[in-house]
């Protein structure tokens, strides 16, 4: 065995971190014993199917909130780290395999629209269910945020090379550059859609100043880092994963780097594992404090404080008026949250009045041939939810 690690594992009957702490139900147990007899490939095989993103996930998923949390170990003891396990699996298996179909070719042809993690597992179980897919992404190239958004220092970019061979090797067609307006125009012509467009508007600050040229988006800002003239110091202003792969994207350029977040340390989005990289790398972090205006010399911030509501009982984050104060900064990447663009989606059946989509178990929009998969429907959410969601919308396409 390579990994001492897998003998720790105690091959439970009931997985907790499975069946609760994966949201695609990787077959933990059963592939650490396949790993323990040295039966790789029969291990990789069964993480592809299950998840054909698995050597992507088990670098970058949270496992402390997926896997490793529940691992039953975790009472008393440490518990296993199978993330290090499939990670060694999945990306050797992942040079190996080739797509087959499981079921004859139909002859129906399914569009997809978007190739990040949803469109990437939507196209390759329709190709597998016996449906011809048709990709469509406005980017370039293959991979959503994979490719544009997650800096190369946190996942190893070759591995999408290895998505664009098999799309390549089974003749899955790769739309790239093209932009969709219209998922109803495009429902007409294809057997079904598979909308899977992530979530890549940015929430805005709502504060004066905000359009002033030091503001810098933070999705642009990671998918061409190099572009941006940030100055000596650059203040980032949010506690989710983007926020975090901004500051450290920074700080690896040279420049003087500040978080600032709004609640406390234990309330950021982010990975913790992250938040700890974030200042090995130099990154400094000022927690409970709100921007309320961007000027030229830098950013005003008001404090922050947690209190009890009265009426409800939970803690709150309140700001405590006449506390201002001017931090100077040469540039400023808000880095709050994203969210869908629902325009394309105009004129389906299945979006309420005000444009969020009303979606069913599947991402079916109404009994429309219309599915929706990943951040679109999610909001902004994990890698592992998109394959999940993906799977499911294919599993509704076949039924149709
Ligand atoms: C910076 C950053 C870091 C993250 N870090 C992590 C992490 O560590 N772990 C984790 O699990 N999750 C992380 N996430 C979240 C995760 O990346 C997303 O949940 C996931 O990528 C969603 O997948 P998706 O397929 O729905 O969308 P996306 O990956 O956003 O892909 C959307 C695709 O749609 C295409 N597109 C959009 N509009 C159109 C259109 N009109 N026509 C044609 N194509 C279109 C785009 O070109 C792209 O290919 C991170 C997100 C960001 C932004």
């Not at 990789?44 to 299950?50: Q, S, V």
């Not at 299945?350 to 998969?373: I, K, M, Q, Y």
């Amino acid at each position: 065995m390579r990994n001492d690690e897998a003998r720790r594992c105690l091959l439970c009957k009931k997985p907790k971190c499975s069946l609760a702490g994966c949201p695609v139900g990787t077959p933990v147990p059963e592939c650490m014993a396949l790993y323990r007899e040295d039966r790789l490939s029969e291990a990789g095989r069964l993480l592809f199917d299950n998840n054909p993103l698995s050597a992507i996930t088990s670098q970058i998923c949270d496992w402390k909130r997926f896997c490793y949390g529940h691992c039953v170990l975790n009472v008393k003891q440490i518990p296993v780290r199978w993330y290090e396990i499939e990670q060694e699996i999945s990306a050797a298996y992942l040079k190996t395999v080739s797509l087959s179909r499981k079921a004859a070719p139909s002859g129906k042809r399914v569009a997809v629209v978007g190739s990040g993690p949803a469109g990437i597992v939507g196209a390759i179980k329709l190709f597998e269910a016996g449906f011809d897919p048709v990709v469509f992404s406005s980017d370039d190239r293959l991979g959503g945020v994979l490719r544009y958004g997650i800096p190369p220092f946190r996942l190893a970019k070759d591995l999408l090379a290895e998505y664009e061979r098999l799309f390549a090797e089974a003749g899955i067609e790769f739309r790239g550059g093209e932009k969709i307006s219209s998922a109803k125009e495009l429902a007409a012509s294809f057997h079904a859609v598979l909308v899977a467009t992530g979530a890549e508007k940015p929430v805005r600050l709502g504060i004066p100043g905000e359009d002033s040229p030091s503001v810098v988006g933070a999705l642009e800002f990671l998918r061409n880092p190099s572009d941006f003239d940030l100055g000596r110091k650059v203040i980032v202003i949010g506690g989710g994963n983007v926020a975090m792969d901004c500051c450290r994207t920074a700080a690896r350029l040279g420049v003087e780097t500040w978080v600032y977040y709004r609640k406390t340390y234990e309330n950021m989005p982010a990975n913790p594992f992250e938040v700890m990289e974030a200042q090995r790398d130099g990154v400094r972090i000022e927690v409970f404090k709100a921007p309320v205006e961007v000027r030229p010399e830098g950013v005003v911030f008001r404090d922050c404080e947690n209190v009890t509501d009265s009426e409800t009982g939970r803690i709150v984050t309140r700001i405590i008026e006449g506390t201002d104060s001017l931090v100077r900064c040469d540039s400023l990447i808000p880095a709050i949250s994203e969210r869908p663009d629902f325009s394309i989606l105009e004129g389906l059946e299945g979006t309420s009045e005000w444009g969020w989509p009303e979606a069913g178990e599947d991402g079916r929009l109404g009994s429309s041939n219309v599915f929706l998969a990943g951040d679109i429907i999610l909001g902004p959410s994990t890698v592992v939810e998109a394959v999940a969601g993906a799977k499911k919308a294919v599993e509704g396409i076949c039924s149709l």
